[in-house]
């Protein structure tokens, strides 16, 4: 009888965690697959997730680039966004850069800022990804974190975001982003018109 009792609670425990397991791996296929939503992360759509520091930190460099102090100079390749300032300086924060197939060039302007931004996944976005809700407050929990600054007429952004490690990664769908600590540092110093030149 004793024996019986424990074959039994040793099947149950085997279902307990077999479905634990399936249960973790759907998770971790969702939050994988949400990397997808303007670069969010495994932190995506979290709680109360904080937003971090960088691991690459915001620093005043020397910047040889021909550009105008205040314009806003991203190299993706390097993954880096510099704020032309006078006397052939910049300041240099990591960011976030599109994935492959997703990575773009060329110059637009600031054309908006919006703090604590709400989001309307693009068509093409929910196309990809139709489980995503159609629209999102601003907020925390949001994927574009607590400043937004949008480019011309295009889809894109320069955004914050609840999720540090992916700075320095290529995980987004085409958008920049930043900690939300370098994003409201920078929302700070530029303006709408501000020109924004974007070499792949």
């Not at 550009?67 to 966004?81: H, K, M, S, V, Y």
């Not at 994003?183 to 530029?190: C, E, G, H, I, N």
Request: net charge positive; charged share 20%.
């Amino acid at each position: 009888m004793a024996r019986a009792f424990a074959l039994l609670f040793a099947a149950i425990t085997m279902l307990v965690g077999a479905g634990q397991a399936q249960a973790q791996g759907l998770f971790q296929g969702f939050f994988e697959d949400s990397r997808d939503i303007m670069g969010g992360g495994p932190g995506f759509f979290r709680p109360g997730m904080p937003s971090g520091s960088s691991p690459i930190p915001r620093t005043t460099v020397n910047f040889a680039g021909n550009f105008a102090p205040g314009t806003i100079f991203i190299d993706t390749a390097e993954r880096r966004l510099y704020l032309v300032l006078p006397n052939g300086r910049a300041i240099r924060y990591g960011i976030g850069v599109g994935r492959d197939g997703f990575r773009w060039s060329g110059t637009h302007r600031i054309t908006a800022k919006k703090e604590w931004p709400s989001w309307t996944p693009p068509s093409q976005m929910l196309r990809r990804r139709p489980d995503l809700p159609r629209h999102m407050a601003g907020g925390i929990d949001n994927p574009l974190g607590a400043r937004a600054m949008y480019l011309g007429s295009t889809l894109y952004r320069i955004h914050g975001s609840n999720e540090p490690e992916t700075i320095g990664q290529a995980v987004s769908s085409g958008c920049f982003r930043m900690t939300n600590e370098d994003v409201t540092d920078l929302y700070s110093r530029v303006s709408i018109g501000t020109p924004v030149i974007v070499r792949n």
